[in-house]
């Protein structure tokens, strides 16, 4: 007959993978984007996870591979924001609104997930700026999409040429990643993500519209 032991029973539950690698992930982040990459620590990491450090080399393999994984992860967060802040029959102005929300809610909801994406991964080179360089096209293909449909649907009596519209994607990302950058800086004064989005939409509505019918700013002597 078995009998179950009372250390048996005492026993915790071993943890599934997949939550043990999500604290992981969880606690280098946090590191990361508090140490930076080449000061954080295997051993912080580790000890804020709750695991032992060669446990985190078992699942995560080195400290180049962890980052990748947490920039990989983050980056693949705030897309999913995004997409998902978008509603497809909103209004034109609508969509590209709900977007900059999305970014800026996430942003600012996620400031260590941000931090690693938008200042450390950028400042060590390969294989890193690759990774937040494959989120940036994302980025600018959703709003270079949203650009495009915002001009059709807003009655654009003047055609964008495509490469218009890229270089309109690409300064926009870049604006909303410096305003979100700047707005997590603010240290008990950061703005609201709808103020922060507000500001952008402002700036980015009025001239879309502008040059969707033709009103375009032409410098003298040109």
Same mark, same amino acid.
């Given at each position: ?73 983050? =980056?693949?967060?705030?897309? +999913?924001? &995004?997409? *998902? !802040? ?8 609508? #969509? ?69 519209? =890229?270089?309109?994607?690409? +300064?926009? &990302?870049? *604006? !909303? ?8 800086? #603010? ?36």
């Amino acid at each position: 007959m078995f009998v179950v032991t009372a250390a048996a029973q005492t026993r915790p539950k071993r943890m599934p993978r997949e939550v043990r690698e999500r604290q992981m992930l969880d606690a280098a982040v946090a590191v990361f984007a508090r140490r930076g990459y080449r000061a954080a620590s295997m051993d912080e990491i580790a000890e804020l996870a709750g695991a032992s450090k060669p446990l985190v080399y078992l699942y995560l393999n080195s400290k180049e591979d962890l980052f990748s994984a947490c920039i990989r992860r983050e =980056a693949e967060a705030l897309i +999913a924001a &995004v997409r *998902a !802040a978008v509603d497809p029959g909103a209004p034109a102005d609508r #969509r590209l609104w709900n977007g900059l929300r999305g970014f800026f809610a996430h942003t600012a909801a996620h400031p260590d997930g941000w931090a690693v994406l938008h200042c450390q991964a950028r400042t060590h080179g390969e294989p890193f700026a690759l990774e937040v360089g494959a989120l940036r096209q994302q980025l600018v293909d959703v709003v270079t999409q949203l650009i495009t449909e915002t001009a059709a649907d807003g009655g654009c009596t003047a055609p964008l040429p495509e490469t218009e519209v =890229a270089g309109l994607a690409h +300064a926009l &990302v870049g *604006a !909303a990643e410096s305003l979100a950058g700047w707005s997590n800086e #603010r240290d008990g004064a950061a703005s609201s993500e709808q103020e922060t989005a507000a500001t952008l939409m402002n700036f980015a509505w009025t001239g879309l519209e502008n040059m969707a019918h033709g009103r375009r700013w032409i410098p003298i002597g040109a």
